[in-house]
């Protein structure tokens, strides 16, 4: 296992990757619920650890009963429940005095690839098959949920995912990390 928690580079807002994630449905003619942003950004979250060997985002995914959540972008999408979301999310700009709505640097090409690669495997499943996916027996989310099945929220390490999403990597891409 290589130490993911020391990492070098802070990862992106979550809001930051739920809105590329959001701009990218809507550039398909698509919508999203909360409960798939969710699952998305925990994939995208998950390769990229295991690629880039550093944290996506720079928050902790948590163990909720329908999967992995990232609490900020539950809270910002909460109002929706299972409709389609149709704003996008903010944060305070301290500099500016006001909300803006984050987005990717467009100069951050390994994001915008990965962001891509993510859309293109995942997009085709519903929410309730992601949720099903990330529910596998040996998955993060399960892992956490077997260790601790009297608790709610709990956080699901970075180690954890790092360990099981590198697991599924090509050899060779193991090799070059």
Known sequence: MKIVTRRVIMGYPAKVIANAFLDKAEQA????????????????????LAIKNQPLIDEYIEAWDYGPVVSSVYSEF????????????????????NYVVPKPKQTDCDLHSLIDAIWNSYSQYDALKLSEMTHLEGAPWHTVKKKYPD?????????????????MLPKEEVANS
Do not use: C
């Open 78 to 97: 909460r109002n929706f429940g299972a409709a389609p979301i149709y704003s996008r999310a903010t944060l305070w700009d301290q500099q500016q005095q």
């Open 151 to 167: 608790f709610r929220n709990v956080q699901i390490p970075n180690e954890v995912i790092f360990d099981y999403f590198s697991a």
């Open 29 to 48: 003619g698509t919508t999203l619920t909360p409960m798939k942003l969710q699952k998305l950004i925990y994939y995208a979250h998950g390769w990229y």
